[in-house]
């Protein structure tokens, strides 16, 4: 019996471990050189993981925390329109600042 209570107790703890290894994505959002304040979402795909979206607080800022590292694809929605750029996630947490342009007429999307 204590033999089965200690295995479930390594694997709660291995598990408990793997999440809190998952990747932050964190930053701020701008349209050119001003915040985009409250109005926008920000969400990730990792291979074929979708995370939701996170709204941009009063300053813009955003947090999202991926279970996956490597390459993943984020995506800003502001003003009806939607603009993606590749990023890597890490063990350890990482910032994108990112700053939003309309050129004729198309949102885009790049690192600050």
Known sequence: MKKHLIALLLVVLAA?????????VYGKV?????SVGEGASVEAKCGAKAYPAAKTDKAGSYHLVLAE?????????????????????????VQYDLVLEAKDGKLSVRRK
């Open 69 to 93: 590292t490597g390459k993943c694809t984020m995506t800003v929605k502001y003003k009806q329109q939607s603009a993606s750029l590749e990023i890597a996630s890490y063990d350890d947490a």
């Open 30 to 34: 701008f349209d050119g050189t001003a």
């Open 16 to 24: 408990a471990s793997s999440l809190a290894l998952a990747g932050e």
